[in-house]
């Protein structure tokens, strides 16, 4: 059974307790953290930051970007960076995506009212996606490095929601850092395509 992501959390600031105790190398970030948790003054919540974007006739897709401004139905994330003062444990990614029915929109405004209403599905609907690659980038370093898309193809599996792939190793992602989600396309995406992706797991926030 897989770990919460709150589990991994806690799990992971309390090992640095244990390391300053025993005299060992710890982050002092860390430790501070579990103390806040621990006193009161920090208490953790579930998460999940999210962006879509207009892929058609792209083959390279920045998910998360410095101009983009927070939007309810587009993205809760402004300039690609967390709320100050939160850290986040990255423990899941939820892809998926769509094509435009009808039309593309003729403007920004008419784009953004299509993207609220439409309905995601796998990236396997949308062809070529599932051939792609993808990289989470953050704090300056490389989380994921160009993993092949088809883990986001869950279609047949009962035991894990739609299009959500399990980081094997979960990595906090600070406030003070931009972060990035890439996809990289052996060919251009069909000229109608959504991409929606949600970073989920646990952060902390003022109790």
């Given at each position: 059974m897989k770990k919460s992501s709150r589990a991994q959390f806690l799990e992971i600031v309390n090992a640095h307790i244990s390391l300053r105790d025993q005299a060992k190398k710890y982050d002092p970030a860390m430790v501070k953290v579990a103390m806040d948790i621990?006193?009161?003054?920090?208490?953790?919540?579930?998460?999940?930051?999210?962006?879509?974007?207009?892929?058609?006739?792209?083959?390279?897709?920045?998910?998360?970007?410095?101009?983009?401004?927070?939007?309810?139905?587009?993205?809760?994330?402004?300039?690609?960076?967390?709320?100050?003062?939160?850290?986040?444990?990255?423990?899941?990614?939820?892809?998926?995506?769509?094509?435009?029915?009808?039309d593309l929109p003729d403007s920004d405004s008419q784009l953004k009212k299509t993207i609220k209403q439409t309905n995601f599905d796998s990236i396997k609907k949308v062809a070529g996606l599932q051939n792609g690659v993808f990289s989470l980038v953050a704090n300056k370093k490389t989380i994921i490095d160009e993993r092949p898309m088809q883990e986001f193809v869950t279609d047949n599996n009962l035991m894990t929601n739609l299009g959500t792939y399990y980081l094997e190793s979960p990595r906090f992602i600070r406030d003070d850092e931009e972060f990035e989600f890439n996809?990289?396309?052996?060919?251009?995406?069909?000229?109608?395509?959504?991409?929606?992706?949600?970073?989920?797991?646990?952060?902390?926030?003022?109790?």
């Amino acid at each position: 059974m897989k770990k919460s992501s709150r589990a991994q959390f806690l799990e992971i600031v309390n090992a640095h307790i244990s390391l300053r105790d025993q005299a060992k190398k710890y982050d002092p970030a860390m430790v501070k953290v579990a103390m806040d948790i621990k006193d009161g003054r920090l208490q953790l919540a579930d998460a999940a930051y999210y962006s879509i974007k207009f892929a058609g006739n792209r083959a390279n897709i920045d998910m998360f970007e410095t101009q983009d401004a927070k939007e309810i139905g587009i993205t809760n994330v402004t300039q690609s960076k967390l709320q100050k003062d939160r850290l986040f444990l990255c423990n899941r990614i939820i892809l998926l995506a769509a094509e435009i029915d009808g039309d593309l929109p003729d403007s920004d405004s008419q784009l953004k009212k299509t993207i609220k209403q439409t309905n995601f599905d796998s990236i396997k609907k949308v062809a070529g996606l599932q051939n792609g690659v993808f990289s989470l980038v953050a704090n300056k370093k490389t989380i994921i490095d160009e993993r092949p898309m088809q883990e986001f193809v869950t279609d047949n599996n009962l035991m894990t929601n739609l299009g959500t792939y399990y980081l094997e190793s979960p990595r906090f992602i600070r406030d003070d850092e931009e972060f990035e989600f890439n996809i990289e396309l052996g060919d251009d995406a069909p000229e109608k395509t959504l991409v929606k992706v949600v970073l989920a797991g646990t952060v902390t926030i003022p109790a």
